[in-house]
């Protein structure tokens, strides 16, 4: 269940009976948050949504600070195993898919990435020479780097080269730039035309851009690809609930597979705290740590 901001201030706000703002509380927050998790069985996630909204309503709507007053109820924390597909699943899976939904299929589950960190790759960002793909302000804002598979050189420097078409047809027609991020469009106002900064998987029309009010090329939608794969997914005959994410799951679980360090694995797919990767560890079909049943004895 997850709920807009809105909706949770009108929610807050019957809760505590149209209490006049000035007149709120932590306490009223507090007991808020227990009921959403006790009554309502919220998820934990849900329940962080509605904290987060109503603290920036206290913080900067009433001037208070009341982190340190809240100690409500906790919504437990679910945790789920990862859906992961078998090498023979993900195969099947490709075989499906043709043309740029392939290649992009192909460079998450190779690369390990988000859905959004591939569609937002930039030219500049992929080094063929050293086999290495950068990821720029991925989740959490952070940079970080993963292996580029030798397997898909040809095919990504093949799609570059048409990619590059495109490209000069742009600028031979002087139309606007890609976007950027904030700070760079501000500061190198021309950057957005040059091509390195240019989509790797740029859409093939131009579209009006939401930020800033402009005609200009977008990467490709996520839908498009989500749309693609879960075509190929029927079509391979796979019944488990899979995804795009879950070519990310599969890259991280056969890697683990095949004996790689949990740290290196944590690295490649950025996670901050480890115990997000040790997730895999529970859905490697691999006995990774060597353990022999009594039974076998």
Same mark, same amino acid.
């Given at each position: 269940?997850? @709920?807009?901001q809105c909706i949770v201030k009108q929610r807050f706000r019957a809760f505590v009976h149209d209490k006049n703002p000035p007149g709120l509380e932590g306490k009223d927050l507090q007991d808020f948050l227990s009921q959403l998790a006790v009554e309502r069985r919220v998820s934990a996630s849900t329940q962080n949504?509605?904290?987060n909204a109503i603290v920036f309503l206290y913080r900067h709507?009433?001037?208070k600070n009341i982190e340190g007053e809240i100690s409500a109820v906790r919504a437990r924390q679910k945790r789920r195993l990862p859906v992961v597909l078998t090498l023979k699943e993900v195969k099947s899976l490709f075989d499906q898919t043709k043309g740029v939904y392939r290649l992009m299929a192909m460079l998450i589950y190779g690369c390990g990435l988000r859905l959004l960190e591939a569609l937002s790759l930039r030219i500049k960002d @992929? #080094?063929?020479e050293q086999n290495l793909i950068i990821i720029r302000a991925g989740k959490g804002d952070k940079d970080r780097r993963t292996v580029l598979p030798e397997t898909l $050189? #040809? #095919?990504l420097i093949h799609h570059i080269e048409k990619t590059k078409t495109l490209y000069d047809q742009d600028r031979s027609k002087d139309l606007n730039g890609v976007h950027l991020p904030d700070a760079l469009e501000r500061k190198y106002p021309n950057a957005g035309k040059e091509w390195g900064w240019f989509w790797v998987f740029p !859409? $093939? !029309?131009l579209s009006f851009d939401p930020r800033t009010h402009i005609v200009r090329r977008h990467h490709i939608h996520p839908a498009a690809l989500q749309k693609a794969v879960k075509t190929a997914i029927a079509g391979a005959g796979i019944i488990k609930q899979a995804s795009v994410h879950t070519l990310r799951h599969s890259f991280a679980t056969h890697l683990l597979e095949q004996g790689y360090d949990i740290r290196t694995i944590?690295?490649?797919l950025g996670h901050q705290n480890l115990q997000t990767t040790m997730i895999y560890t529970h859905v490697a079909t691999k006995? @990774?740590?060597g353990v022999k049943s009594p039974l076998d004895r």
């Open positions: 269940m997850v @709920i807009n949504q509605a904290l709507l009433l001037d @992929i #080094d063929l $050189k #040809d #095919d !859409s $093939k !029309s944590q690295e490649l006995n @990774i740590l």
